[in-house]
């Protein structure tokens, strides 16, 4: 099994500064890519940040400059180090890695459960 399992989430006032973190466990062999995505109500699932393995990085307009994603496949983590925070960032963020259990899988997405992040004063 793989589980993915995401934690940070809360209430922040604008401009504050929150950090999720995502902690995958189970039977992987590698890790291509992980990223964070982030659903409104009433919106579709949206691109957040991702990194490859190879340390490549990419943000939206929406929140580059202000979120910062890390992480590696060492101990197959991600963070979002989010700052200057907006009530449009008020979100469930959800964790996803793209990843193979061995060297003959297939690549396959695996998502957290999610983690609640409110932006409001």
């Known amino acids: 099994q793989v589980q993915l399992v995401e934690s940070g989430g809360g209430l922040v006032q604008p401009g504050g500064s929150l950090r999720l973190s995502c902690a995958a466990s189970?039977?992987?062999?590698?890790?291509?890519?992980m990223g964070w995505y982030r659903q409104a109500p009433g919106k579709q699932r949206e691109l957040v940040a991702v990194?490859?393995?190879?340390?490549?990085?990419n943000y939206p307009d929406s929140v580059k400059g202000r979120f910062t994603i890390s992480g590696g496949n060492v101990v197959n983590t991600v963070y979002l180090q989010m700052n200057s925070l907006k009530p449009e960032d008020t979100a469930v963020y959800y964790c996803?890695?793209?990843?193979?259990?061995?060297?003959?899988?297939?690549?396959?997405?695996?998502w957290g459960q999610g983690t609640q992040v409110t932006v409001s004063s």
């Open positions: 996803n890695f793209q990843l193979r259990k061995s060297p003959w899988a297939q690549w396959l997405d695996y």
């Open positions: 189970g039977s992987i062999f590698s890790v291509s890519a």
């Open positions: 990194i490859s393995s190879g340390g490549m990085t």
